[in-house]
């Protein structure tokens, strides 16, 4: 393994989010071990790992929700747990575990998200009307979210991060549950938004979906970063040839292929 | 095809469900170690002085009966409904007897839901909140047995377990149809009133009999009242569930019918609570089509009117739609604005002191407890929603003060309609303005301490679907409970310079007093809360992570 092209890299136009041995812990368990990254302005970034990895606790950590255990963070420079308020208005976030009111419509849930971001009241509702013709939602837009399908959910708090047109956007696992179609179309627009400077930090365990997306990807595996770049500075940092997959790096990097055996009577 | 679907058998699936259910009864808290170990210990002390209470109360209540012409047995009838009544109380109502088990987490499991039902009553039979009622019949057996009543005393055990069984299974249906009125909101609307209708007549008929009897003029009254209707009513009200597992005992010729009456219910329950259960499972929700067609309507406006303007508005509409919205908060909303107004019947019935303390500072403070749980744990009922406040830039001010713009609003609502009584009544003529006045600002400080309250001790709530009851150690809970009380105090420590300046209004009765006192008593309060205020948004701003942790994670 290459560890020059394994070395934290820098996105052009200077870091958006540095992380710097960022740790956390949560009694005997390390969640987040050590972890240095930097991501650049404008990039699609791509943040790879299977559950339990210590993405969702890395994120929520960058978005000012949880306190390092030690290390620091730097987005846009500001320490989101020194500098909250400045750094909460900067970031769209779209966590895991949905932040929806349930007793709310599908409007009122964008409206709230879009005041709560400092819009006005004819802003926030005008935004609210469009996201939700955008997002496919305009026929449930009256409906209370509790009534909405697991897409229609993630559709909402995506609607929710992006409405205030935020210069970085955290998505944790946003496009499960959501139908091919929908996630075409919302990819296009994030890829346009990246275009124009926004930073996008996508979480996902699913390697095809994150190959096919991100201009930059890290590996996360038990906490800590095995590799990080582009998919063609991945491969030539593993000695992989051309047609190697995301897959492919991800077994090389973490080393520690799922057990054949353990449950033979699953095969038997 | 899959292995064990159909292997074991109903048996073995039976046993299973029996030992979840019961690892989750006897479980009482979600911390680890110490605080699990103290959880336990609290609860297992509370329920044990109560099953010691209950035990004395068993042999007292039967001992006076004991020399009755018709026995023992009335004061089984009266042990058994009351317990009843308890149960029901604080299992649908408080939540101390129910079980935390979320039960649509099996739906998708071979199980059928006449087991599922079944073992959900058999643990709680066998839970810890069994041991009071257990208690009492046996110290109503002890009684019997001294009194002279040995064969009285040797059929008890099996109407206990006829008994818990019912009890159990009422509980459990009684569950069922909560769940299930969730799926049909303007059901669950009408059951909510009537709900939170009988809520508020067993709290009226708690402190009324109380009063009525201590005070002793009217207990002659009261006992004729009773024995008349009983005398009317008795062979019907024998055949209730938690009447009729007790009533065959000792009932002569009548003994085998009543007690197939009692199995007969045992098994309706059984069946009512397996229908409510298939209910449950079937999907789909005609409110939905109906909000669809409002929904349009209300995003085709995308101009603003004139109050949507203000910075604090969408923290108030917000938290105004899930009163409205949610079902266990709407049941906490009614609580609100209709039990204030038995304190007042009683207040101002016949043989009370209307001039009392109690109607001019009291009421206030007994008002602003009714507050407590929506006012002190208000971040934890935001549930999910909470990760997208904290996350949000908002000014932490303004959300805090959004909350508690709603809760003062309702409470001078409530506070203005019983003053507005009063005049009526002739009770206090004249100075209703000025507890008006001293009211608003013990508020203004209550809700600004509870703001504190709030962020420092954050206890997540039942999941969804669930009476809207903490799932915390036992401990904690007592703690919070004492906090809030502990509040009511600090509130009239801080605000006592208003009190004072009522009491001296009360004795003066100078307008010129009054014209004076009155602003400086709002302002008071004004720059009480305003201070409060500062000190919970810098608070909320470094405790986020720690209630993020406590109230998201920490019940999921």
């Known amino acids: ?268 | 095809m899959a292995d064990g679907v159909m292997a074991g058998g109903r048996r073995r699936r039976l046993r299973v469900l029996l030992e979840l259910q019961l690892r989750l009864q006897w479980r009482s808290a979600r911390g680890r170690g110490a605080a699990e170990a103290l959880g336990a210990s609290v609860m297992l002390v509370v329920v044990g002085l109560l099953g010691v209470g209950a035990g004395f109360a068993g042999y007292l209540l039967t001992e006076a009966f004991a020399q009755d012409p018709a026995g023992p047995a009335p004061a089984l009838w009266i042990g058994g409904a009351g317990l009843l009544a308890l149960l029901l109380y604080a299992g649908l109502f408080g939540g101390g007897a129910g079980s935390g088990f979320d039960v649509s987490r099996l739906f998708h499991m071979p199980v059928a839901a006449g087991e599922m039902v079944l073992a959900d009553a058999a643990a709680r039979f066998l839970g810890p909140w069994s041991l009071p009622p257990a208690a009492f019949f046996g110290g109503s057996a002890l009684a019997c047995a001294w009194e002279g009543h040995p064969a009285f005393a040797a059929l008890l055990p099996a109407a206990l377990v006829l008994w818990l069984l019912q009890a159990h299974l009422v509980l459990a249906a009684g569950d069922l149809l909560l769940f299930n009125l969730r799926r049909s909101r303007r059901l669950m609307e009408a059951v909510g009133l009537l709900g939170t209708g009988l809520f508020v007549a067993l709290l009226f008929f708690q402190n009324y009999l109380a009063t009525r009897l201590v005070h002793g003029l009217a207990f002659g009254g009261a006992m004729r009242w009773l024995t008349h209707a009983w005398g009317a009513l008795g062979p019907f009200l024998l055949l209730l569930p938690g009447l009729s597992a007790v009533s065959w005992v000792g009932a002569g010729r009548w003994a085998p019918l009543r007690l197939a009456a009692a199995l007969a219910e045992a098994a309706g329950l059984l069946a009512l609570g397996r229908l409510l259960l298939v209910r449950l499972m079937e999907r789909g929700s005609a409110e939905g089509r109906r909000r669809t067609r409002e929904g349009r309507r209300e995003a085709e406006r995308t101009s603003a009117r004139p109050l949507e303007r203000l910075a604090i508005w969408p923290f108030c509409v917000k938290d105004f739609r899930y009163l409205t919205r949610d079902p266990y908060l709407k049941t906490a909303l009614m609580g609100i604005l209709l039990y204030p107004f038995l304190w007042v019947l009683i207040a101002t019935g016949p043989g009370f002191d209307a001039r009392g303390a109690l109607l001019h500072v009291g009421l206030p403070l007994v008002l602003l407890l009714s507050f407590a749980n929506l006012s002190t744990n208000h971040l934890a009922v935001e549930r999910e929603g909470l990760l997208l406040l904290i996350g949000s830039p908002a000014p932490r001010w303004r959300l805090l003060a959004g909350k508690n713009l709603l809760l003062m609003g309702l409470y001078l609502a409530v506070t203005a309609a019983v003053e507005g009584y009063f005049v009526w009544r002739g009770v206090k003529p004249g100075s209703a303005a000025a507890d008006l006045v001293m009211a608003f600002s013990m508020g203004l400080i209550y809700f600004g301490l509870g703001n504190l309250l709030s962020l420092l001790m954050p206890m997540p709530v039942a999941p969804r679907g669930r009476r809207l009851v903490p799932q915390v150690s036992g401990a904690k809970m007592f703690l919070v409970i004492f906090a809030q009380f502990a509040m009511l105090g600090a509130v009239m420590a801080v605000d006592l310079p208003v009190i004072l300046g009522r009491v001296a209004m009360l004795h003066v009765g100078s307008p010129l007093l009054a014209a004076l006192a009155l602003p400086a008593m709002l302002l008071y309060g004004a720059l009480i809360y305003a201070v409060l205020l500062a000190a919970a948004s810098r608070l909320m701003a470094s405790r986020e992570p720690a209630i993020y942790e406590a109230l998201v994670r920490g019940s999921s």
Request: hydrophobic content about 45%; proline content about 4%.
């Open chain 1, 1 to 268: 393994m290459d560890e020059a092209a394994v070395a934290q890299g820098r996105g052009e136009g200077g870091a958006v989010v540095r992380f710097d041995k960022l740790t956390r812990t949560f009694g005997d368990f390390t969640a987040v071990d050590s972890l240095t990254l930097d991501v650049g302005e404008g990039e699609f970034f791509g943040f790879l790992g299977p559950n339990g990895a210590g993405k969702s606790t890395t994120i929520k950590m960058a978005a000012g929700l949880l306190k390092p255990t030690s290390g620091t963070i730097r987005i846009f420079g500001l320490d989101p747990y020194r500098h909250p308020m400045e750094v909460k208005a900067q970031i769209g976030l779209v966590p895991e575990e949905l932040a929806l009111y349930e007793r709310l419509t599908g409007f009122e849930s964008l409206v709230f998200a879009g005041r709560l971001y400092g819009l006005d009241a004819a802003t926030a509702r005008q935004r609210a009307v469009d996201l939700l013709g955008w997002l496919g939602l305009e026929e449930d837009g009256g409906k209370l979210v509790v009534d909405y399908s697991t897409g229609m959910k993630k559709k909402t708090a995506l609607g929710c991060a992006l409405i205030h047109r935020p210069r970085l956007l955290f998505l944790d696992e946003p496009f499960s549950g959501v139908d091919p179609l929908a996630v075409r179309g919302i990819k296009e627009v994030l890829h346009q938004m990246t275009r124009e400077g926004t930073t996008i930090f996508f979480s996902s365990h699913v390697m095809e979906l994150v190959e096919r997306i991100c201009t930059r990807v890290a590996i996360l595996h038990k906490g800590s970063v095995r590799a990080v770049g582009t998919l063609a500075e991945m491969r030539s940092a593993f000695g992989l040839a051309e047609p190697a997959t995301l897959e492919d790096i991800f077994v090389r990097a973490v080393g520690e292929p799922m057990a054949e055996e353990g449950a033979p009577w699953l095969t038997a």
